[in-house]
């Protein structure tokens, strides 16, 4: 079953770079995952689509909300070395590890 994670951002600028990179990862190494952004105004609206969901290091601050709204979907806030080397691997690797964690 294909897993959906939305990422979450301010404007979607350097986001776009990351999410094109975790889909080139996807991709490359089968992964049955679809990966795509929003800014968070727009957000809310398409919770109940999403299996997971990323923050951009600058909105961890909406965390505590997001986690309300989600219904105890996975959220990670995605770390700043990663964000800063748009380093999408590494990204998906740790929102599927909270997958992995769902099936035990």
């Known amino acids: 079953m294909k897993k959906k994670i939305l990422v979450i951002c301010n404007a979607g600028m350097s986001s776009s770079m990351l999410v094109k990179n975790m889909k080139e990862h996807c991709q490359s190494n089968n992964l049955n995952i679809e990966v795509n952004f929003m800014p968070l105004i727009s957000a809310h609206q ?12 600058q909105m961890k601050y909406e965390k505590d909300r ?30 599927m590890a909270h997958f992995d964690d769902e099936n035990k």
Not at 67 to 88: Q, R, S
């Open 46 to 57: 398409y919770y109940k689509e999403y299996d997971a969901f990323l923050l951009s290091p």
């Open 66 to 95: 997001i986690t309300k709204e989600i219904g105890g979907k996975p959220l990670l806030v995605i770390e700043h070395a990663d964000y800063g080397l748009m380093d999408g691997p590494s990204v998906i690797q740790k929102i």
